[in-house]
């Protein structure tokens, strides 16, 4: 096979196919590894995994190849599928009518959702385009609280690890044309096309705990890794991570002990165009000395692995969505600074009220780590019905129970007030902030929760008497 033809099939190339997915924010092209045909005849494939990383490119935010805005995660909320953006604010898709009926003087009342303003005005055009007289009657605000239960994750299955394969492949091509022609590597192209599916075993991509052989730290924060490596095994390998977090192992194919070699290249899902997206480093001898692909303990199957690895970057993901409310805040908070104390306490608080998830998000984290850290197993019933109420309620116009309603606004005063006592002193820092959405916020929001819980049980026992503040 000449180095310029078709890895697959041997056809000439000349297909400008993405080395790595599109949908995943790659950006570059290649020619010279594949044939048309064998391009096209991936393309099942390629959408396979794209469907399955929306989820996560939604809530990171990441800008498909061709389109200027990241497509939105979707969440199912009170039986109807919504958008969430990479701030953790849910958008609806577009303007939605939820109810029309004729009115006695000849006219039709609509109600319709809208997430902003710039849906309403679309929605108000459209209709006045077509010739009607458009009136606003009244407007409701109404808040909702979605939380990643709400986000529906499907990723995995065969499929999948074969478009994983594949892209591994392409790198291999990219790197080491004749390596990735020869007939060793014949079986593994054959597994990648689906043609080895059953016989695959065991299969030669698996989910890869961590510590299989190391790999460097991602340049980008939630960038893709593809470590392409001969190790003096013999072992032909690649690591593949994912959003800095959803790691595999490939075993492509064994050679006659050969001279080790490692590259890597860090991809960021963030770039907008190259040469930022993408970074090649290689690795220096003796870095992969004994490296070997074990072979995965527990089948593909075990999937307690991959729970933690999207349990671990979706935290990754409220990490950054804080940091990015924190920049909203900060310079509304600062221009309170100049006001008087009680003026500026209702401001910030009604600031906080703008950010019902950040408050929400201290409330659970509160009482999820009190209930966690109570040994005493008499008490610990004690505290099932404040786990209970904070879960998601579908049946409550927002998405809280009454009793959570009522927890979030008393949070929001404690918080309100510590931040607005600081703000006395001086603007507050972005870092300062931080804190104030994390660690020391859910210290503030834990004792006044607490405090207001203890009096509730002190009265009655019962957990209803919360209060508004
Ligand atoms: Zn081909």
Redesign the pocket.
């Known amino acids: 096979m000449n180095i310029n033809d ?1 890895i ?2 041997g ?1 000439p190339t000349g297909s400008r196919e993405h080395t790595f997915p599109a949908a995943l924010g790659g950006r570059r092209v290649n020619k010279g590894i ?2 048309g ?2 391009n096209n005849g991936f393309s099942a494939l390629d959408a396979e995994l794209s469907e399955q990383m929306r989820q996560f490119n939604g809530l990171i935010g990441v800008r498909p190849d061709r389109g200027d805005r990241p497509h939105l995660a979707v969440a199912d909320f009170e039986g109807e599928s919504i958008g969430v953006d990479h701030t953790g604010r849910p958008m609806l898709h577009a303007a939605r009518v939820v109810g029309e009926e004729p009115t006695a003087d000849g006219h039709t009342l609509m109600r319709v959702m809208v997430s902003d303003e710039r849906q309403a005005q679309q929605f108000i055009g459209k209709l006045r385009s077509t010739g009607q007289t458009v009136t606003i009657e009244r407007r409701e605000h109404r808040s909702v609280h979605l939380d990643t239960g709400h986000i529906h994750m499907q990723f995995g299955g065969e499929v999948a690890l074969r478009e994983i394969g594949r892209v591994a492949l392409n790198f291999v091509a990219h790197e080491w044309p004749e390596l990735a022609r020869k007939r060793e590597l014949d079986a593994f192209k054959n597994y990648v096309k689906g043609l080895e599916a059953s016989a695959a075993s065991p299969s030669p991509v698996w989910w890869s705990p961590t510590d299989a052989f190391p790999i460097p730290v991602p340049k980008f924060h939630f960038g893709h890794q593809i470590l392409v490596a001969v190790a003096k095994s013999g072992q032909l390998l690649a690591r593949v991570r994912l959003f800095g977090t959803l790691d595999f192992t490939v075993h492509f194919a064994d050679f006659p002990v050969r001279d080790e070699s490692a590259v890597m290249f860090d991809i960021d899902p963030e770039a907008d165009h190259p040469p930022d997206d993408l970074v090649r480093s290689t690795l220096g001898i003796g870095v992969a000395p004994n490296w070997v692909a074990r072979p995965m303990v527990g089948g593909l199957s075990d999937l307690d692995h991959l729970k933690s690895a999207i349990a671990q970057l979706l935290n990754k993901v409220s990490a950054r969505q804080n940091m990015l409310v924190c920049e909203a805040l900060a310079p509304r908070l600062n221009a309170t600074c100049l006001l008087g104390d009680s003026e500026r306490f209702h401001e910030v608080a009604s600031i906080l009220a703008d950010y019902p998830g950040v408050v929400l998000f201290l409330v659970r984290h509160a009482v999820r780590t009190a209930a966690q850290s109570i040994t005493e197993v008499e008490l610990q019933p004690l505290f099932e019905p404040l786990v209970q109420c904070l879960l998601p309620d579908p049946t409550a116009a927002n998405g809280l129970s009454e009793p959570a309603d009522a927890l979030v606004s008393l949070a929001t005063q404690a918080l309100a007030l510590s931040i607005a006592t600081e703000l006395s002193q001086g603007a507050i820092s972005l870092a300062r902030l931080g804190e104030f959405v994390n660690g020391l916020g859910a210290s503030i929001v834990a004792k006044a929760v607490f405090d207001q819980w203890l009096r509730a049980l002190g009265s009655n026992g019962e957990l209803e008497p919360f209060g508004r503040g």
Do not use: G, Q, S, V
């Open positions: 078709c697959f099939c056809a594949l044939c045909d064998c």
